[in-house]
């Protein structure tokens, strides 16, 4: 099976701007996850989609959106970028949501950099 | 406190030595553990998983779980320059329908050829 993907790999982009990630997950998978990984925070949960609906969300603040499409690919926005915001951003995908023996496999990431 | 805690290290063992890796957790409702490992510039990628109390061996790798400790390890045995890489301790933690992972700040291995 091929594994997860996510579009563009590398993005730089301005202070207000805004931007959109995709994630494809493992053919398959139903969950997706959105993890954002700084030097200095660690990996750090965003928000997880299950059959297109937010069924958890990090404390992150509302100009980071998501959602999910019907074939379970997913999408992250970020509005109005602020320097803090340069990360890889990752994305996992599972077979399931929330079962406690569900594994998460990740992407390759975006490593986006706001000027 | 920390929910997830690993020593950030950097943690160097001699080629061929056993490398042990720790991780203690808060919360006792914890379910299950997973370990990953991030080369530089590089995505997690996941290792192993145990959730049962005990050892769980995989090839040279073993993960270790006592629930009563609240403490989770991932041994390396006979460890080689290519397992240079930074180690995540992930915990999928419980609240109510919540299960998300929750991943320490990992720790920095090298092996020393």
């Known amino acids: 099976k091929a594994g997860v993907t996510q579009t563009p790999r590398y993005l730089i982009k301005t202070r207000g701007q805004q931007v959109t990630l995709s994630c494809s997950p493992i053919?398959?998978?139903?969950?997706v996850s959105w993890y954002q990984q700084t030097p200095g925070q660690g990996l750090q949960f965003l928000f997880e989609y299950f059959s297109e609906t937010q069924r958890n969300k990090g404390n992150f603040p509302g100009r980071f959106s998501g959602r999910q499409f019907s074939n379970s690919r997913s999408e992250m926005n970020v509005s109005t970028l602020e320097l803090g915001d340069s990360a890889l951003y990752l994305c996992?995908?599972?077979?399931?949501?929330?079962?406690?023996?569900?594994?998460?496999?990740f992407g390759p990431g975006t490593r986006l950099t706001v000027l | 406190q920390k929910e997830v805690e690993q020593n950030s290290g950097p943690l160097s063992v001699p080629e061929g030595a056993i490398a042990s890796l720790n991780c203690t957790y808060s919360?006792?409702?914890?379910?299950?553990f997973f370990w990953y490992r991030q080369y530089s510039g590089k995505s997690p990628e996941l290792i192993m998983f145990?959730?049962?109390?005990g050892d769980k061996e995989d090839g040279r790798f073993t993960a270790q779980l006592n629930k009563a400790s609240q403490y989770v390890s991932l041994l390396i045995r006979d460890s080689q320059p290519s397992d240079s890489a930074t180690y995540l301790c992930?915990?999928?933690?419980?609240?109510?329908?919540?299960?998300?992972?929750?991943f320490g700040s990992g720790t920095q291995l090298t092996v020393l050829p």
């Open positions: 996992a995908s599972s077979e399931l949501a929330g079962g406690f023996t569900d594994t998460q496999y």
């Open positions: 992930a915990v999928k933690i419980s609240s109510g329908s919540a299960r998300q992972l929750t």
């Open positions: 145990i959730y049962s109390n």
């Open positions: 919360d006792r409702g914890s379910q299950s």
């Open positions: 053919s398959g998978h139903r969950s």
